[in-house]
């Protein structure tokens, strides 16, 4: 009976609906417009360059006062660093920082930050976000959390200070006690990896120890570096906090770098630098046009400009690059991720063999996805190169590239592929260590005899992808190429 009741009641306020109703609906409707036309205007492109620069003068400040080199952490970090003062990229998530969610990233180790603190004792990290937050849960969490992990693995039995410190304004003592419970589990995880930490040890004088600085706190103050006790570690974040981050005064945007590729353009932090007097004295309309320009220029740069290959150590015989990089009388075998010809014509090296093994495939999620059907391919291409090496060559090892339009995501996973199946822990060839599917047929007689029992698992590929983050810190694996790689290897 009620629910009838309630049908009732409104049936007749639909018919009787009055004018003052339509009205405050249609004036409800414009207030909408006029709002979302105002949160445009102030999150335009204009407005995050004029931010990012305000910022960007905060950060060298900092610099300034620390006299410690500049390090970005990606993707957002390098909108804030000048090119001239960037000495490096990391790239620590924050979703490793996350509530409940805490992590030590296995895939990004971020070894090449100890090579700078080594060289310099100290080093500035440069991160912003754009959520009303303080801090992004990268520097807060992330990278205490890496710093801590580090100190244990390298200097827990010297008697150092190996607590996890974080920003007593930020992380709660409840989360502090939650994240250190994990830490062993973390410096298990990172030991499984077997790094050489007695050359990573040889590059520090002492434990690394995470300060922060905001732009609405004063800076730490640091020991002398003749007497530092530890190695500075200056979590910078560049912007200042805004309580209603769209709704800022002077339309400052907190965190005007982030999530650029919602809003650049294909604008790049490179290119933002570069062209940085010209960007900002345009306006909204001649901004798309002249960003657009900028791109051109840059990619026929980049061409006639090929990066020099990475060599994966501790191979001799692994390297890594650019479509740009490709020189044929260099390399013993290519082995190539594109859609287009970027390679040439098919050539064959001595014996017959072909020289040059395409995957046509695209960048992107859909590329990575597309590789899972080529990577078998991997294995028959490349053994009887790597065999042809004999006792009188030895001292000249083949040399294989591995190649795609960025040299950052699809290359590594097809090197990751031939390290898993045809190298040794020291770097040496092994012989041809089958994926799992081979194996249980060559055991059921239905394959292929003379494969090797040894079973390739997730810490294999870890350890392998570990050789090719701490050669190649740009490296960027996405998740989608890395499964296909555990597809591939391990059926799974």
């Known amino acids: 009976m009620v629910l009838q009741g309630s049908n009732s009641k409104s049936e007749n306020s639909h018919s009787s609906v009055s004018t003052a109703s339509l009205i405050f609906s249609l004036a409800s409707q414009n207030f909408s417009k006029t709002c979302s036309a105002l949160k445009q205007s102030t999150l335009s492109v204009t407005n995050r360059l004029s931010s990012i620069h305000h910022d960007s003068l905060f950060v060298q400040q900092v610099a300034d006062h620390y006299k410690l080199p500049l390090i970005a952490n990606e993707r957002c970090g390098s909108w804030y660093i000048p090119l001239e003062r960037k000495a490096a990229s990391a790239y620590f998530k924050s979703t490793d920082g996350h509530q409940g969610q805490w992590s030590f990233s296995t895939r990004r180790l971020n070894l090449q930050v100890l090579e700078i603190l080594g060289h310099h004792q100290g080093c500035i990290i440069v991160d912003s976000t754009r959520r009303g937050k303080s801090m992004p849960d990268a ?50 995880d990172a030991k499984r990896l077997q790094l050489d ?41 560049s912007s200042h906090r805004v309580h209603d981050a769209e709704n800022s005064k002077n339309d400052y945007i907190q965190g005007a770098g982030d999530d650029s590729e919602s809003w650049s353009q294909g ?18 309309t001649e901004l798309p046009s002249l960003i657009a ?27 890594l690059g650019s479509h740009g990089s490709i020189d044929f009388d260099t390399w013993d075998a290519v082995v190539s991720c594109s859609c287009t010809n970027e390679t040439g014509n098919e050539n064959t090296s001595t014996g017959g063999r072909p020289k040059i093994l395409r995957f046509p495939v695209s960048q992107g999620k859909i590329g990575s996805r597309a590789l899972r059907s080529h990577l078998h391919l991997l294995a028959p291409f490349l053994q009887p190169i790597l065999d042809s090496t004999t006792s009188e060559d030895a001292a000249k090892p083949v040399k294989i590239l591995f190649a795609c339009p960025t040299g950052t995501d699809l290359a590594i996973g097809t ?14 060839r092994s012989s041809y260590l089958a994926p799992r599917d081979e194996i249980e047929e060559a055991q059921t007689g239905k394959g292929s005899q003379g494969v090797t029992s040894n079973i390739i698992d997730k810490l294999l590929i870890r350890r392998r992808l570990a050789w090719i983050t701490t050669a190649k810190p740009d490296a960027r ?13 391990i059926g799974r």
């Open 477 to 489: 694996p996405s998740r989608e190429t890395l499964q296909a790689v555990n597809t591939c290897l």
């Open 415 to 428: 090197a990751l592929v031939a390290l898993c199946l045809f190298f040794n822990d020291d770097g040496s």
């Open 197 to 237: 930490t007695s050359a990573l040890r040889q590059m520090l004088s002492g434990p690394l120890r995470p300060l922060f600085v905001t732009p609405d706190h004063p800076f730490a103050e640091l020991p002398s570096q003749a007497h530092a006790p530890y190695h500075p570690i200056i979590c910078l974040t």
């Open 139 to 188: 520097l807060s969490k992330t990278i205490p959390i890496w710093c801590a992990v580090m100190n244990r693995l390298l200097f827990g039995d010297q008697g150092q200070d190996l607590r996890l410190h974080t920003p007593v304004t930020v992380v709660a003592p409840s989360e502090q006690s939650q994240i250190e419970s994990r830490l062993d589990e973390f410096v298990s």
């Open 267 to 284: 604008l790049t932090p490179s290119l933002f630098w570069q062209h940085k007097d010209t960007l900002m004295s345009a306006t909204d």
């Open 293 to 319: 320009s900028f791109i051109a220029l840059e990619q026929t740069n980049i061409q006639s400009r090929p990066t020099a290959p990475t060599l994966i150590t501790p191979t001799a015989t692994i390297f």
